[in-house]
């Protein structure tokens, strides 16, 4: 049994990872930290756990972590960076599901995120760890950064194309919705159900801090500079990611469809829907699955991805166990083969 | 008094035709026809309207709306264009809120609607209802089309950009959103709030019929083809649209927050939020007014536009009924002041 | 037209103050507070009003309200005591929509709220407002209490059994639900639609603040010490509350149907359904009115009453423009009279 | 493993059962019957269900059900009891989801279902599948009724009390919420998002259904005849049933926290929770977990208590592999394990 430590133990991303290694047959979770519920019983907070977990939330300090050969980080920005150093000194794995790590280019990061980066040098250490691309680094890493949510939905709608190079990238366009889980347990008005039910709206449309990460690895895979248009949307609903991603193709001719499941063939948590299909956040609730759908509406030269997640598992806490498996050499399902709980 | 009568009151939009004229200082609705409902009183199935209506659901026949001087038709496709020709020649006016005479090419309606069209010759004569762009028309019509919701949306924001020759009609995107209301209010599985909750998916991408009436309504302002890749999509609420539209920028010169208000200055129904501004659903809901905000983000290329409407109001009845004072000649805003319910 | 001042017009009660008073033909707002927001225009707060209203926010100070007439305190308790001296003083009349002269009792206040009261003198000459059973005593008030949500739907429901006597007042139970604006738009983690969204759950069922006020009520009519459990439930919505009544029959042959719509024959906000009918919250939202139905399921001897109210108009803000037209002299219903708005 | 074939595999609680059994070690669906879609793969219906279930609808005929060892029914009412004589009489063991075989008295049954029974003979062999009451007789039995969701709710708050003799019988109240996926994923005007979202109300007050089935539960361990007003309403979510449950004690000595953590000290799927504590429905989602607490508020006479469930797991598909593991004698918490799915 692998030996977890989950700091930030109170928001979604973490609840989300204690029910996830819940029923993980191959890691115990034997530390949660909560500087905020230090003392209570994780299942008094969250009464989802009962009988699942019989842990205390502690301080988040190193001696309390020490004993653990992997902690995730599910954290505010700006938090990881402080402690990853002193526990990878210590020999212990980290994956970060905050955007500490995930920019290589400092500057880049701290224009984006408005502050110091505490470590620096870690960037380059750092694996991105989005599992269909960066695999092999995984296996080999000590520091993960789990990717954003709307990065994965994103990224793996493009990919595919950008691979192929069938796209004009001059224009890309990610126009993507989001359920309200996203912007985490804080209390604030702007996520309330008073706010947000019964309402739909486009949010940070001048710039979102997942634009620099999604063209950061959309660059890399194209090895050139892609031009993305990026708008968020807020849906009134807690889980579920769609991306509905545009671009205009610069080949006609091909099988998109057939590009498209050759790209995927041997992912196990990217499932590409068979033609004409309409992906719907509902069937991956729950599990750590993306489903995808190309279309080439009016056989016209723009094509159209489809790409939903459950945020916070493929877009969070299921995708950090995805990592752990692959850096831990477990089968890489492990404890991730739920069934979407549709309706 | 203006007489009027609704055929197919059953409907969504039929009830919110009884709602903003159970309130209107010049018109009175006089009859009420559902086939399904024949004999019931209209508050006895819409206990919203009691106090407000003593009407009871008759047959929807000629000699029932003959004292009628204005129908609406508040029916499914294929059903105004049957008895319409009849009302015109009594002098009855007629504004349908259908799509039945919205595409002046009978056959691209034909091909969309699957249906062959009752009476052609009606196409050239009716108006195709958006004040906006056809106020002096509406203003002389005796058959008025009211637009669909999407298309309301739709153009409402692109009008102004291409009016100005400031983008690319070769890629046009408009990524819409609505809530379930659209679906109207006949028993089908997909539109089941267990199907639709917390769920969010888009549908018909391959071609949506509102796609020949925006592509028709731009053509026309463009002067030339437009290329429109439209996508819709179901979000899980009840009022609402919201239009995320995307072009690419030929002039990044233009100052488009000026451009947009000054087309809409006189517009009493449409508001041009202040720059930087996200528009919500939620501050239209009940209302005829549609909110857009204009952004050119990371000073790019690419103009976002974001345009809301309350797909029930401005989307169908508000319009429809914005188009019938103009029609009778009445201030256009009469009836029409209603405050969005926030929250 | 009466000058309006509102003090605390943030919160989702001011909020729907400013709604109903923008169209109110004999009163307009002159100064909204805002501590917080002072300097903005609320319109820049709140875009549904934009158009409406031109005002920014001001200071809660007397001398900022000096002006007015009437000054609605839509604030959190234990404020309006602090200032309502003050403007009465200056002969200005008060409608305070928080809790602080609801209670007649100093020390059952206190208890409850948990807090000196500031001027426990007032409260003998503070007058409950609901018209209902407090019509006349409105009329010629200067300081009104405003009821609570959940106590209005209560108090509707139980009122012409209580006043009949026809009912056990030893055992009564209101089993009540509410949408989860009537928790106010102050962050908080428990109000977030990711909380709430897809969750039923009670709460408060050891004692809610809305308890002695119910009583209080019903030990009026009752002349006589009413036994009533409250159970508050927090259901997915944003407006609207449904108060579930049960109350054992000591007189079996009433007829209960008659007894109700005799009771309510003259009010103009409460609307006793048909025999058989259950009344939706849907049906009544953005109005003033209470909407009831009475049953006696199984013929047995249990009496349910069904009483729906908007939470945030019957239930506060439209109650409170129905105390200012009973105050001022105008027609009960001016400013009043909106459908509701559905779906 | 078990053969097991489902019939209705269609509805909401068939893909539940479907869902359930993916995973469970123990168990294999081997056939799946829909009329509507035969000849369709189960996970192009599905498509949560892509990758785990590779089977096609077939016709529900006994000859494509012989080979299992047991059938589930996920039908309507009215159609298990036609089919389940002949499957019985080869030896497959029935677990029937639907009302058909629940009320042990056929003229009861006729007059609340409004059918002649097909099978009345099979009423008195037929064992109540509530696990909590009947264990032992499920694990003899061939043909199980699967109880109704609101009467597991009810009767797993209420049979502590009624078994303890606490309570005054003759004033017992339920009032039960439940989420709209309760209606079934029938076509149907009532259950649109549009009808049911933002919207609360309550139903059936007349008589509902699970009113005998509930009486017929509670009589059995009292003993005695109880008088019981039950309630439901419709909550606008998808998932989750939370039932309000009031009595009268006859003795106010009782340690009601310690007399309910007693009674279901062995139970692996009844959760007493802490003193003080309000079960939300959301943490029982998706998992076969009864939730209660129990209240006796302001010290008073009369108890509350407060009981929750998935109402397609606990309260229908989620008890029927509960009563397969008794039934087959394998570990009662086989492939039953989920954490609840929050947020």
Chains 1, 2, 3, 4 share one sequence.
């Not at 700006?78 to 000194?89: F, K, N, R, Y």
């Not at 889980?181 to 706010?195: D, H, M, N, T, W």
């Amino acid at each position: 049994m692998i030996k977890v430590g989950i700091v930030g133990g109170t928001g979604y991303t973490g609840v989300e990872l204690l029910r996830l290694l819940a029923l993980h047959p191959n890691a115990e979770v034997c530390v949660v930290t909560s500087r905020a519920e230090k003392g209570l019983r994780v299942d008094a907070v969250y009464p989802n756990l009962r009988g699942f977990n019989e842990l205390c939330f502690v301080d988040p300090t190193i001696d309390n972590l020490s004993a653990c050969e992997l902690v995730f980080f599910a954290t505010p920005n700006s938090t990881a960076m402080h402690m990853a150093p002193d526990l990878l000194g210590l020999g212990i794995k980290v994956i970060d599901l905050s955007a500490d790590f995930r920019l290589a280019d400092v500057a880049v990061w701290e224009q984006w995120y408005n502050d110091k980066h505490a470590c620096p040098e870690l960037l380059q250490q750092a694996v991105y760890g989005l599992p269909e691309t960066h695999r092999a680094e995984i296996a080999k890493a000590n520091l993960v950064a789990n990717p954003g949510c709307y990065p994965t939905a994103t990224q793996l709608g493009f990919l595919p194309l950008v691979k192929a190079n069938v796209i004009d990238l001059n224009m890309l366009i990610a126009d993507a919705k989001s359920g309200v889980s996203g912007a985490g347990r804080a209390a604030s008005v702007g996520a309330l159900l008073s706010e947000t039910g019964e309402s739909f709206k486009a949010y940070a449309v001048p710039g979102h801090r997942h634009l620099p990460e999604i063209k950061q690895a959309l660059n890399e895979v194209a090895e050139s500079e892609v031009s993305l248009t990026f708008t968020p949307h807020l849906v009134p609903m807690i889980r579920g990611i769609h991306a509905t991603l545009y671009a205009r193709l610069t080949d006609q001719q091909v099988d998109l469809q057939k590009l498209f499941e050759d790209f995927y063939r041997d992912e196990p948590f990217v499932d590409v829907l068979p033609e004409g299909a309409h992906p719907d956040t509902a069937d991956v609730r729950g599990t750590n699955r993306c489903q995808i759908a190309v279309h080439q509406a009016q056989r016209g030269d723009v094509v159209s991805v489809l790409s939903v997640i459950d945020n916070l598992v493929k877009g969070a806490s299921g995708q950090a166990v995805h990592n752990m498996n692959i850096m831990f050499g477990l089968d890489e399902t492990c404890g991730l083969s739920q069934v979407g709980l549709y309706p």
